[in-house]
């Protein structure tokens, strides 16, 4: 069954339970933006985003995002959560399945804008999520994709400002809500907010709101939103046990489901180098290595941004050509340093883990781990953006003596031993 979306429940005008009644009188926003400003070129085996139908004002944030082909999971449940089919997606963070379902609900709340009076307190679109990191990430997300739309987003969340968070539910007509669980309902019971309209419900991460215990709470959620046969319903967990499968069952009509495999653990096209160092050798060997012949496109990671901004300060200042990319740097900006990247116009990026996440570039020659970072996963995001599409590339970690601590845990995930060695003469000198 295709329920695509139109405003099923939002035909009916609202009775405005809260009694707080508002008129949907927000202006338009002027945009002279076109498609034509967003040039991707069809490539075989990839989806682009100008392919599946959809609205501009959404094609607009994408590329503004610097987003240029979909990730496997966007190009694989797209065309049916656009249509307005249930899906369940095991899918873990780093896969691209925030965008996923935000692109879903908004382009579907783009397409069947409702008419006529709106109440406030009563969300088209509701995405529930364990923790209140996620649910903050999942909000900026959000807030980046409607930025030339007038959708209003709004975060609700415990242990930050209750009153704020009901002020916003009080003062706008609310699109879209992201909250965990617990504050979901708290404002439900204080009947401030209404589930009745929902139209597109996400679960996310219901692998972890099992193991946290959640699954009460959520389930008195999904109880209040319409019917499973009147809402559009999109579950993502990591894992797939029983209980997910039972719950999944209990809560969508007809999904489709779809698996994403996560990154492979050390791809074997990438050649590992872990170097001992000491913490003042390392800008030399890096400006060295810098220097070779082979080292053609070089993303150097380091752990924070300030670590970020000044290793490209003293790299600019030795001569080399290089961009930098982390959450400081404002987005357009990003963007383009990412193209001259992709060009070969800058052959060195320093980056943090975030933004270096978003980098899909092929021809990476090396990455150097400037940091090894903190958490193993990322070091197998950092390693897997050299040796991309069939190409070898390396990775050269430093590990120095206050950070080398950092290494067996990556071994443990990579389930293999990393050889150090320490780094040749003619990298020292
Ligand atoms: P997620 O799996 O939702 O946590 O997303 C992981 C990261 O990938 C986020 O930083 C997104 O901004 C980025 N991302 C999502 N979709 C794309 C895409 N199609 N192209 C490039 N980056 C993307």
Not at 18 to 24: E, I, L, M, N, Y
Not at 411 to 429: A, F, I, N, R, S
């Amino acid at each position: 069954m295709n329920k695509s979306t139109s405003g099923h429940k939002g035909d009916k005008p609202s009775e405005g339970k809260g009694g707080h009644r508002r008129q949907q009188t927000k202006p338009q926003k002027a945009d002279t933006w076109s498609i034509d400003d967003f040039p991707v070129e069809p490539e075989e085996g990839k989806a682009r985003f100008h392919d599946i139908g959809l609205r501009d004002e959404l094609m607009h944030a994408i590329a503004d995002l610097g987003f240029e082909y979909c990730s496997p999971i966007q190009a694989t449940i797209l065309p049916h959560t656009l249509q307005g089919h249930d899906a369940i997606g095991k899918a873990q963070t780093g896969t691209g399945k925030t965008a996923a379902f935000l692109i879903t609900m908004f382009n579907d709340m783009l397409c069947h804008p409702l008419e006529g009076e709106r109440f406030v307190g009563e969300p088209r679109g509701l995405v529930i999520a364990p923790t209140r990191e996620l649910v903050m990430q999942i909000a900026a997300d959000a807030v980046d994709l409607a930025k030339h739309t007038d959708l209003q987003v709004v975060t609700l969340i415990g242990g930050m400002d209750y009153q704020k968070q009901l002020n916003r539910l009080h003062n706008d007509v609310v699109d879209l809500v992201v909250a965990t669980p617990g504050r979901l309902l708290d404002f439900m019971g204080r009947r401030d907010l209404y589930l009745d309209h929902i139209e597109v419900l996400v679960l996310d991460e219901a692998d972890r709101m099992l193991d946290m215990g959640f699954i009460p709470q959520v389930k008195r959620i999904v109880r209040a939103t319409p019917r499973k046969e009147d809402r559009q319903t999109l579950l993502f967990s990591a894992t797939f046990t029983q209980d997910i499968i039972n719950l999944s069952q209990q809560w969508t009509y007809e999904p489709v489901t779809i698996e994403i495999e996560p990154e492979h653990v050390a791809t074997d096209s990438v050649d590992q180098k872990v170097f001992l160092v000491s913490s003042e050798q390392r800008f030399r060997i890096l400006k060295n290595l810098l220097r070779g012949d082979d080292a053609e496109s070089v993303i150097v990671f380091a752990n924070r941004r300030d670590q970020v901004r000044r290793l490209h300060e003293k790299l600019r200042k030795s001569g080399v050509s290089c961009g930098m990319l982390s959450g400081e740097v404002p987005q357009n900006k990003r963007t383009r340093t990412l193209e001259q990247f992709k060009s070969g116009e800058v052959k060195v990026l320093v980056a943090t883990d975030v933004a270096g996440r978003g980098i899909h570039v092929n021809g990476v020659s090396h990455v150097v781990n400037y940091n090894l970072p903190e958490d193993p996963e990322d070091y197998v995001h950092r390693i897997g953006r050299t040796g991309r599409a069939g190409a070898s590339g390396t990775s050269i970690s430093f590990a120095s003596e206050d950070e080398a601590f950092l290494l067996p845990d990556i071994e443990k995930l990579l389930g293999d031993k990393l050889e150090c060695t320490y780094p040749p003469q003619e990298l020292l000198d």
